[in-house]
């Protein structure tokens, strides 16, 4: 038998010698290959005595084994040196002035959100936020939605590893959690939005891992179904810039709600376009309903005394079914063609502030 030693230092010093991932593969086959020297030697075994066999049968293959192990390390070495020459020479320099020709536009979503914020702030809403990485008791327990609660399981949620407490947090799946947080913070009543990313792990042409909503909740003393259908209706007609929209509530269910709706607007199809207002289609745009007393208790306030409403609607769809915008995907894949085609100009004010002055000056 062949000197295994003398092998493995030549064929490692060659692994060593190689500064491309190329040749390390070319080399690979060469040596380890069909007809590299360590098959060959291998294919010597069949012919060996029994005896002969138990002593180079395991000397050769763990010949094989440290070679491949080395291939592997040093390919894992020239992938990171390759990787850090892209780097450097891909580096931008983002303090530079943008040039006329990389003009930049804002995002359909940036856009959606201003003009969302501009409606319900003109109706009375404030703007309120939360946490991103949220915990289990904002997204789900204080939602109404306890542990092994089968809504869980809908939401396909993101899960942090457990901290030292045993306890996991989550990307939110919702904006709901705002609610909860709104509520907890201060004392009724309440009227605010929560525009927001929310995450999901779920992805085709309708679906993305990370998405937009926008929450409402209102809650005061006397707050009925009927408040919350105007603030829809009313927010549907200047969203979609049209007077006459028919609006649709179908019973539902979500934990936090009771009773829960999903908001269908009308609308039909022109030439592939989707047109709307009127029709004999239906678009779903968003899920709604009365809070759930148990929700109001579990923040410390009287079902008896204060009622509210909330809803949650996805600022994606919306902004997809107002400029007709196809696949969901696109909104994050940075394709400047595709922002220079959807974007707005960074003079585009949301809708409602570009109606006409009247007379006193006012909007
Ligand atoms: N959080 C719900 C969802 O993500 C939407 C919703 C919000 C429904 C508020 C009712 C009230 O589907």
Redesign the pocket.
Known sequence: MDDLKQIETDITAAINGVNDIDSLDKLRVAELGKKGRVSLLMRRLGKMTPEERQEFGPKLNGLKTALNDKISDRKNVLEEEALNARLLSEKIDITLTPTPEGKGSIHPITQVVDEVTEIFTEMGFSVAEGPEIEEDFYNFTALNIPEEHPARQMHDTFYFPEDENGKRKVLR????PV?IRTMMAGKPPFRIIAPGR?YRCDSDATHTPMFH?V?ALVIDKGIHMGHLKWSIENFVKKFFEVENVKVRFRPSY?P??EP?AEVDIGCSFKDGEIVIGEGDDWLEI????MVNSKVLENVGLDPNEYQGF???MGLDRISMLKWGIPDLRDFFAADLRWLKHYGFSCLDIPSLSTRPLTQSGQK
Do not use: D, L, N
Not at 173 to 176: L, N
């Open positions: 799946t919702h904006t709901s609610q929310t909503q929450e979500f936090f709600t829960s968003m899920g709604c309903g909330a809803f949650g």
